[in-house]
Nanobody, 122 residues
Framework: QEQLVESGGGLVQAGGSLRLSCAAS????????MGWFRQAPGKEREFVAA????????YYADSVKGRFTISRDNAKNTVYLQMNSLKPEDTAVYYC???????????????WGQGTQVTVSS
């Protein structure tokens, strides 16, 4: 059974950092695009960052560009999201996703984790 499990969320002050992890199991996701989305209360799920299955191209939302970095460790079947210079508006539940290609539309991704809460205090 395919499964994505996020970890690493928590409470941090503005300007701080967190690293989220997404452990994939049940199948190899090496040929999948991998990405991160987030959803704040009362808002739609929005694209944060992703990379194509080849890993050669990375994509970021304008709101996180220069502050967040997505990476993967194929040996561990794990994807990471390093988040620096966090702002209160980054507060949301963060979800890991896998799909056939990178898009900013959540509905096109096939697999989802359960989410991990990130709260940034001012």
């Amino acid at each position: 059974q395919e499964q994505l499990v996020e970890s690493g969320g928590g409470l941090v002050q503005a300007g701080g950092s967190l690293r989220l992890s997404c452990a994939a199991s049940g199948r190899t996701f090496r040929t999948y695009a991998m990405g991160w989305f987030r959803q704040a209360p009362g808002k739609e799920r929005e694209f944060v960052a992703a990379f194509s299955w080849s890993g050669g191209n990375t994509y970021y939302a304008d709101s996180v560009k220069g502050r967040f970095t997505i990476s993967r460790d194929n040996a561990k079947n794990t994807v990471y999201l390093q988040m620096n210079s966090l702002k209160p508006e980054d507060t949301a539940v963060y979800y890991c996703a896998a799909g056939p290609h990178v898009t900013v539309r959540a509905g096109t991704w096939d697999y989802w984790g359960q989410g991990t809460q990130v709260t940034v205090s001012s």
